[in-house]
């Protein structure tokens, strides 16, 4: 009976949560919060680590592929306990400043909106499919049998995917649709917006936008499946293609700055980097299969 690397991850994950929660002014009633989390994520994977050692081989398994999945959820919402820190928004008037410089002088609103509604409605609809971006990479390695696979690919998502977390209490920010309330946003109101707007205001976090989640956890997605599909490319150009879609929607629609989906992409590139590495080292015989 042991645990995954990808279970590791998220206890450490949750336990620098606890240990950096202190530091911090967090919402009313959440100061227990963050000790109970780790321990009773602790327990849920040893629980399912035992019943896959006793029984049931193969339905603790897929359960356990399921749960670091899902548990993306519980790490993104604890960032909201951060959202009390005080915001003096000297990084927003930066990147808003390079925002429009993208946005008007470089023209990504003009090539957005040249075909009316379809561009927007494109890249909204990106933005909303990212919360999907976990779920879809894990079904698609089953559908192609692939899932002795998934414990290593869903171990380097969740690098890419926490490691932007992990920031947000250092840079409190507002998106740009918040704190530069109705200035440069889309000439385009449809309705895929609405729905974002309305998962981002009612259970999206408000501590920060610095570095995108979004961006860095669709990169990453791309990367994955190229390493661990690499007979299905297919898959990899598609979601390399829609990591580009949801970055540029970020910036378009206002719900993040371009620095944070510039950072987002350079986060991502650390499990790239690494799964090359490993990649590498196994193949000179330095480093043991998995």
């Not at 620098?16 to 929660?21: G, N, Q, S």
């Not at 530091?23 to 963050?34: D, K, T, V, W």
């Not at 009773?40 to 592929?65: K, N, P, T, W």
């Not at 008037?93 to 927007?120: K, N």
Request: charged share 15%.
């Amino acid at each position: 009976m042991k645990l995954r690397s990808s279970e590791w991850l998220l206890i450490a994950y949750f336990g620098y949560v606890a240990a950096i929660a202190p530091r911090f002014p967090l919402q009313p009633g959440m100061a227990s919060r963050p000790i109970w989390i780790p321990l009773l994520v602790c327990a849920l994977f040893g629980a399912m680590a035992y019943g896959e050692s006793r029984e049931h081989v193969q339905l603790f398994s897929i359960m356990r592929d399921w749960a670091s999945v899902a548990l993306i959820l519980l790490a993104y919402r604890e960032m909201d306990w951060f959202s009390a820190l005080p915001r003096n928004f000297a990084l927003e008037l930066r990147w808003e400043e390079w925002d429009r410089a993208i946005l008007y002088r470089g023209g990504l609103q003009h090539a957005v909106e040249a075909l009316g509604t379809l561009g927007p409605l494109y890249l909204e609809l990106c933005y909303a499919l990212v919360y999907a971006v976990a779920p879809f990479f894990v079904a698609m390695m089953y559908a192609n049998s692939h899932r002795s696979r998934v414990k290593g690919a869903i171990f380097w998502y969740l690098l890419g995917t926490l490691l932007a977390y992990a920031l947000f209490p250092y840079f409190p920010s507002d998106p740009p649709r918040v704190a530069f309330a109705g200035s440069d946003l889309p000439n385009y109101y449809t309705i895929l917006r609405r729905l974002n707007l309305w998962l981002v205001g009612d259970y999206g976090i408000h501590s920060s936008v610095f570095p995108s989640a979004h961006v860095s956890s669709a990169f990453t997605a791309a990367w994955v499946l190229f390493a661990f599909m690499p007979g299905r490319k297919q898959y990899g150009w598609g979601m390399l293609i829609y990591a580009v879609s949801v970055a540029i929607a970020t910036v378009y629609g206002r719900y993040h700055y371009a620095a944070d989906a510039v950072a987002g992409f350079g986060i991502s590139l650390i499990p790239g980097v690494m799964i090359l590495l490993v990649r590498f080292l196994r193949l000179r015989g330095l480093l043991a299969p998995p």
